[in-house]
């Protein structure tokens, strides 16, 4: 009961002064939302709007995760005020889900923000909405703790915006959001099948579209190993460099 | 209370704490006492879970520093060097998010944050933003927030550093009461006078060791090479003290004014026979008072630290 109000208290602060905060919102929402009304306007019919919705679902899901996340991080880890939270009787583990949870579920929100604007323009039969929530909510876990990941690793709120940024932006093009993976260059396969969204995509895609290169359980499977890699490696980076 | 033996804190090679020991008992006010760079935030650092320990042994409230952190972070406040608290926050919500880490459930926490804010006279700003507080306002909501979840140990680091003289000398009388309700405090300072008039017992740190543990009367008496008496009497003493440093042989005389001396001892001795005597002689003596060296000269006796350098720091500080 404890924990759960110390879990509760940490998400419900982060809310309320980060998520629903004009900044974020306008990283978090207007970005992905202009990116889709971009796609959506270029697309004639509705097989495109199907085709490219997977794609901007994923990344509406990795800015909304990653774009307060790693800053708050960094900035109440400069302020001392994350030495609060430290000190506080509550695993580091519960510590570190609380402080994510936030990021993902404003994550899971956003995924939504294009779905809507394609519902607008067709109607969506056939969509797998279990996968389709599954995919978002692993896929906004996964992006959660690299952005976590990143925010462990640095020690100045610049540096976190850079280092997001390095991954973010590349993520676009080799994960397969808007073009295929089968058609990158040889060299550069390996290093997509290293990028969560690459799992994400695909896993969205067979929830809307049917079709997908890899079964959908693999490609939940492989998300899920990431999401317990990226979270045990960042817990492992905050006990090596905060708690000294 | 708190037990600590061989604590060692390295920094790589460099050793910030060299394996320090001494104990707190329940219901006490412990000060440690250095310049800085002395090695006090490390000590505090490993007692508190946020640093790790290189070496030695740490026992809080009878749980192992090392193995049993959570269960010590439970029964202890903190409040740091620095006021943490989130500057977006009102005070009441500061206050009651402490709480909330701690478990407490809605209506307790409400009901021991107004108790707070009354305790610290912070009612009126309860509902302003963190980052509206003055200074001193910060340090003592950031020691309420310390305190919402009743624990038995406080520690402090640096309780008054750069704040203003009322709200240093408001900390402090709150510290004592709190320390009367039966909390046990372990504070760091480099304010000497701090640590005199709070602690029952301060160990002077220097360089990561602790050269001396004691009460303040302890400490000043360690470096209390003579015994010094001041006497003030009502009319000039001119004639007297010449005859006075022949009949009491074993003190050294020395007139300091026109109607004050000095009489200095190797041993202690009481003012009585002095007074008598001049009062014989018809100087009546106003007053007579035993003068003993400062918590600072013991300070300086016991560590050979340079004093001034350290007000300096101080300064710098503020």
């Given at each position: ?181 089968q058609d990158l260059p040889h060299w550069l396969r390996p290093v997509s099948s290293l990028l969560p969204p690459t799992y994400g995509v695909d896993l969205i895609r067979q929830a809307v579209t049917g079709q997908s290169r890899l079964n959908w359980i693999l490609n939940a499977t ?23 | ?125 309860g509902s302003k933003p963190f980052k509206t507080y003055s200074k001193g306002m910060k340090r003592k909501l950031t020691i309420a927030a310390a305190l919402m979840h009743e624990p038995s140990i406080l520690f402090l680091d640096e309780p008054t550093s750069g704040i203003d003289v ?151 500080n503020s």
């Amino acid at each position: 009961m404890g924990s759960w109000i110390a879990f509760s208290s940490i998400l419900g602060k982060d809310i309320r002064t980060y998520y629903a905060k004009p900044p974020n919102i306008s990283w978090g929402i207007v970005f992905p939302l202009a990116w889709s009304v971009m796609f959506f306007v270029k697309s004639s019919t509705p097989v495109d709007v199907r085709t490219l919705l997977p794609g901007l679902v994923v990344l509406s899901v990795l800015f909304g995760t990653t774009s307060m996340l790693a800053v708050t991080i960094t900035f109440e880890r400069r302020r001392r005020s994350f030495e609060r939270l430290l000190l506080a009787p509550m695993s580091l583990t519960s510590l570190m889900l609380a402080k994510t949870s936030g990021a993902i579920l404003f994550g899971v929100f956003n995924a939504f923000v294009p779905v809507v604007l394609a519902r607008l323009l067709i109607v969506l039969p056939g969509v797998n909405w279990i996968i389709f929530l599954l995919g978002v909510l692993l896929l906004a876990m996964a992006s959660t703790f690299l952005g976590l990941l990143v925010a462990v690793s640095v020690s100045e709120v610049f540096e976190a915006q850079t280092f997001s940024n390095f991954f973010r932006f590349p993520m676009i093009f080799l994960s397969g959001m808007f073009l295929p993976v089968q058609d990158l260059p040889h060299w550069l396969r390996p290093v997509s099948s290293l990028l969560p969204p690459t799992y994400g995509v695909d896993l969205i895609r067979q929830a809307v579209t049917g079709q997908s290169r890899l079964n959908w359980i693999l490609n939940a499977t492989v998300l899920s190993l990431m999401v317990g890699l990226l979270l045990a490696v960042s817990i492992r980076q905050v006990k090596r460099r905060w708690i000294m | 209370m708190i037990e600590v033996q061989g604590l060692t804190k390295l920094y790589g090679s460099f050793p910030a704490v060299r394996g320090i020991a001494f104990h707190v008992a329940r219901g006490e006010i412990f000060g440690l006492l250095g310049p800085n760079g002395a090695g006090k935030t490390s000590t505090i650092s490993m007692l508190i879970g946020l640093s790790r320990i290189s070496a030695g042994a740490v026992r809080i409230a009878g749980y192992d520093a090392t193995r049993e952190m959570p269960r010590i972070q439970r029964d202890i406040g903190v409040v740091p060097d620095e006021s943490n608290l989130y500057d977006e926050l009102e005070g009441l919500e500061n206050l009651c998010f402490s709480g909330a880490l701690y478990g407490m459930t809605r209506k307790r926490r409400e009901q021991r944050a107004a108790e707070l804010l009354d305790q610290f006279g912070l009612q009126a700003v309860g509902s302003k933003p963190f980052k509206t507080y003055s200074k001193g306002m910060k340090r003592k909501l950031t020691i309420a927030a310390a305190l919402m979840h009743e624990p038995s140990i406080l520690f402090l680091d640096e309780p008054t550093s750069g704040i203003d003289v009322a709200s240093a000398r408001q900390i402090r009388q709150n510290l004592k009461d709190m320390n009367e309700r039966g909390t046990t405090i372990f504070l760091t300072t480099h304010y000497i006078e701090e640590a005199g008039r709070l602690c029952d017992r301060i160990a002077l740190m220097v360089e990561g060791r602790i050269v001396r543990i004691g009460t303040p009367d302890e400490l000043m008496s360690a470096c209390q090479r003579e015994h010094i008496i001041e006497i003030t009497t009502a009319g000039p003493l001119a004639g007297v003290a010449g005859e006075l440093a022949k009949v009491f042989s074993h003190v050294r005389v020395r007139v300091t004014g026109e109607s004050t001396l000095r009489l200095q001892t190797d041993h202690a001795s009481g003012v009585g026979p002095f007074v008598v005597w001049l009062h014989e002689r018809g100087v009546p003596v106003v007053e007579a008072t035993l003068i003993r060296p400062t918590l600072e000269d013991a300070f300086v006796a016991l560590t050979s630290v340079d004093l001034a350098e350290m007000k300096r720091e101080r300064e710098r500080n503020s």
